[in-house]
């Protein structure tokens, strides 16, 4: 343990740049930023990981990187570094060199983070306000993750990434275990991994939904929580990085980085682009009584966000302990380098950046135009690919939905909420819901930015599964063992008059209805539609609406428990998809403007009440309407007329009843198109079983809970 490289090695200086271990073919340069270190030593360790061979103090420091280079070293070295300086928690410094600490920097991490009591730079068992006085002097390498020095050698051949533009987005959340572990189409040895989700089982159940973009939750390596192993649970989301450059070990299982890249190829050759959940606003290594990991034991002063002018307490907008320091240039740098590597290197296609304004707080404040984002909107390689914020925090002002610049999307919460709210048919607001189905121009078109800046979704991991959404008037949280106060409660759910699973057929039937209607939504609203995983085959968590730390059954979807049922919506949702894939009108991306289309007086939209005709304020300020609809036209940039100057395009009627009776509605007037093909009605129990044809102001029932699609039947002259 007493050598050093540089009678074994000849260590050289090396360089500051790049950060982290860079091979050359003949060595690796080793390079860590820390701007309050007073010494910084790199461990090298053997091939399994468990017994370190040597130290090297990297004595050469530029603007504060410390650096040094190693010849003959390889791709495959496992090393750590142990920094050393104060420890002195109220100055806001925690340096331990007895803690392993992982590169911020490494492309890769050998062995699995088992969250010992070594880890923590205080001695666990003191009473809290004591704990951080004391110094742990335990060794935390046997239970640290090893970083790993890597090239990139990977052949992508001709890899192109599909770069779907978004009016073509259909986006489909998914949890890399959740969807392969109990898949029995996928073999065991792999189930859980990179591997088993680009299995072409896996693919091609997502490509038959008409999917372009599957948005996989973190995958960046990240730790369990102490107060949840003691449970014996476990951080099953992922919200918890600490290592944004590394693949989650567990997730590669036997392969190397190359699985992971494997899988991306494979996607693209599906037509499917690969976006990633980030989570850059806090690290796993949480408040000040969290594990000393790496950020915490290299800079904590640079590396996190403290309390002005009181360095020994973090200043915490994401409720997860820390917030990470983004106002440091280096912390920036860090961010702005790992988004390029999983670009560049990864081939990934875009990001959905967690708790977004956290990144973008100027002393405090939600900057639109914080350094970070312009960066990102100049960057060549990351103003090229998909950009989603989660548009909250948990700080002052956190709430910014429709404040991102343009270039972004935005998850829509608004949307979600206002759709569950009509179908529950509690408070409707239909003037309002109009606008989420129209691309929530209220909330994005001041600003310059078209209806595909709103992801609209009904559910994802964040609450109820779709399932659980019709079958659950409250959470059912026991099982995360925090006495049931985490997890929204104000759900708009319903359970149809039972709590939980039933076998009556008339509960069943109402939930499968109100299934499809919320889908029918979803799919036929501007914007870009994001589905849950799962929701296409009615998984359930049991009524659990904040699964993160459910890596179980209580969260993987159970395949081989279908029903009938199931399979039957399952192609509802297909179908219903590839409606909107094959019909432009309704993934245009622009806003309704009542724009009139050819010479007949139609509108691009207009909005309908049941007896078929244009609806009026009083309408719309009707504080019982729970029924109405819209006549669509194509308005596309390549829209023609016939000789008459009507519209040749695409036509359509849809119909939202959210009353639990049925009603006569009308067909409208016969300028609006004489003739009318039903294309599906979701109250029936084959929605797209041969849909009856109706004339200009015909009658016809109307039933409760349904939505229903018309298309304008060119059978006839003049329709």
Known sequence: MGLTLESLHRLRPGGPSPLGATWDGKGVNFALFSETAEKVVLCLFDAGGERETERIELRERTDNVWHGYVPELAPGTLYGYRVYGPYVPTQGNYFNHNKLLVDPYTRALAGRLTLNEACFGYRIGERPQRALATFDERDSAPFV????????????????????????????ETHVKGMTALHPGVPQPIRGTFAGLRHPAVIDHI?????????????????????????????????????????????????????????????????????LDVVYNHTGEGDALGPTLSFRGIDNLSYYKHRAGDPGHYADVTGCGNSLNVDHPMVRQLILDSLRYWV?????????????????????????????????????????????????????????????????????????????????????????????????????????????????????????????????????????????????????????????????????????????????????????????????????????????????????TQWEKLRDEDRHFHDFVRRLAAIRRQHPVFRRGRFFHGTMVGKSGLRDISWITPQGR??????????????????????????????????????????????????????????????????????????????????ADEVFELNGQSVVLFGLDRGLPGS
């Open 145 to 172: 993750p090893k970083s790993v020095v890597v090239t990139d050698s990977f052949a992508w051949g001709d890899d192109r990434p599909p770069r779907t533009d978004w009016d073509n987005t259909l986006l489909y």
């Open 207 to 275: 490509r038959s939904l008409g999917v372009t973009a599957v948005e996989l939750l973190p995958v960046q390596a990240f730790a369990d929580e102490r107060h949840l192993l003691v449970h014996g649970l476990h951080n099953y989301w992922g919200y918890n990085s600490y290592a944004y450059f590394a693949p989650e070990p567990r997730y590669l299982g036997e392969e190397m980085l190359d699985g992971f890249q494997t899988m991306i190829a494979r996607y693209h050759e599906a037509g499917i682009e690969v976006v």
């Open 344 to 556: 560049d290197v990864m081939h990934i296609d875009g990001f959905r950046f967690d708790l977004a304004p956290a990144l973008v707080r100027e002393h405090g404040v939600f900057n639109p135009h914080a350094p970070l984002l312009t960066a990102m909107r100049q960057d060549p390689v990351l103003s090229g690919v998909k950009l989603i914020a989660e548009p909250w925090d948990l700080g002052h002002g956190g709430y910014q939905l429709g404040a991102f610049p343009q270039g972004w999307a935005e998850w829509n919460d608004q949307y979600r909420d206002e759709v569950r709210r009509y179908w529950k048919g509690y408070d409707p607001r239909i003037a309002v819901f109009a606008s989420r189905l129209s691309g929530s121009s209220d909330i994005f078109e001041s600003k310059g930015r078209p209806p595909t800046a709103s992801i609209n979704f009904v559910t994802a991991h964040d609450g109820f599964a779709l399932e659980d959404l019709v079958s659950y008037n409250a959470k059912h949280n026991r099982a995360n063992m925090e006495g049931t106060r985490d997890g929204n409660n104000n759900t708009n759910s319903d359970n149809h008059g039972v709590e939980g699973e039933t076998d009556l057929p008339e509960i069943r039937s109402a939930r499968l209805r109100r299934r499809r209607n919320l889908v029918a939504t979803l799919l036929l609203s501007r914007g870009v539609p994001m589905l849950l995983s799962g929701d296409e085959i009615g998984r359930s968590q049991g009524g659990n609406n904040n699964a993160y730390c459910q890596d179980n059954e209580i969260s993987w």
């Open 614 to 695: 244009r609806m009026t304020e009083n309408d719309w300020s009707n504080p019982s309407g729970l029924c109405f609809g819209f006549h669509l036209v194509d308005d596309g940039e390549y829209a023609v007329c016939d000789v008459d100057g009507e519209p040749a395009g695409d036509r359509f009627i849809v119909f939202f009843n959210a009353e639990f009776g049925a009603r006569d509605a009308r067909m409208p007037p016969t300028g609006f198109g004489r003739r009318w093909r039903m294309i599906f009605d979701t109250s029936r129990d084959e929605p797209f079983d041969g849909g009856p044809v109706y004339m």
